[in-house]
């Protein structure tokens, strides 16, 4: 199958209220060009280097996700163009965050990253950790970035019922937040991050408004 026949098939089984990031993380700026030609214009990479060098080869409507972990002092590479940060993972890299946008003269949309997973290796705050960033007087201070929901990444499991219960468990603390943060400040809670190729029926089941799909459109990945 093709790129395009990937992207409408998936298009063709989830909601239209759902966006599609296509992770095209390894390949190469002509199989992005491919996705693009078939209306594609969300992408999501996971380095730093990696997306800047691609962001300049190909077209500038392009939206580009940084859905991988992030370093504080690489932020400032990314903080001209990227759409969208979905991996925010503590309050020293929001303010960081906030000073690069700051020095571009925008606002950065970011998701607070949540860790659901059983895997100790995934990142991503706790709960608790990501209320202490949203009550905390320092996140309302920062003018140039804008905290628009949460990304979590399920266990890498063939146990569905265990995959659920992640997603289910994110959702509801979705739920909560935008009860206990309603919409004020930089805080405008509307996007919820979570699924990709292996489990993204079971995230959409579940309540996800941002699905982050690499294989499933491009095929698997070659790393160098
Ligand atoms: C690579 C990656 C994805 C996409 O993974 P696929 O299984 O290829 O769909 C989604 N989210 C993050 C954070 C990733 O790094």
């Known amino acids: 199958m093709s790129i395009c026949e990937n992207i409408s098939k998936i298009k063709s089984v989830i909601p239209k209220d759902v966006t599609l990031i296509a992770v095209s993380k390894t390949h190469p700026p002509e199989t992005i060009k491919e996705a693009y030609n078939c209306g594609q214009r969300i992408f999501g990479e996971n380095k730093v280097q990696e997306l800047c060098d691609k962001a300049v080869k190909l077209p500038p409507d392009i939206q580009w996700h940084l859905i991988g ?3 504080s002092n690489k932020v400032k590479y990314i903080a001209p163009f990227v759409s969208l940060i979905h991996s925010v ?6 303010q960081e965050i906030d000073k690069q946008a700051k020095k571009c003269n925008r606002i950065i949309p970011v998701l607070l990253q949540i860790h659901i ?8 705050l706790s709960p608790a950790e990501a209320e202490d960033i949203l009550i905390s007087h320092a996140s309302h201070q920062l003018q140039n970035i804008k905290i628009s929901g949460l990304m979590g ?23 909560y937040f935008k009860i206990q943060f309603p919409d004020s400040g930089n805080i405008k809670l509307e996007i919820l991050s979570m699924g990709m190729s ?3 029926e079971i995230a959409v ?11 499933t459109i491009f095929g698997n990945r070659h790393y160098a």
């Open 89 to 94: 993972d503590s309050l020293k890299l929001l």
């Open 205 to 215: 089941e579940e309540g996800s408004n941002m699905l982050r799909i690499g294989s």
């Open 69 to 71: 972990h992030l370093q």
């Open 153 to 175: 990444m399920a266990t890498n499991t063939e146990d569905e019922i265990k995959i659920r219960s992640e997603f289910k468990s994110l959702k509801k603390l979705f739920d």
């Open 117 to 124: 997973a059983e895997e100790e290796t995934k990142f991503g």
């Open 198 to 200: 292996s489990d993204f």
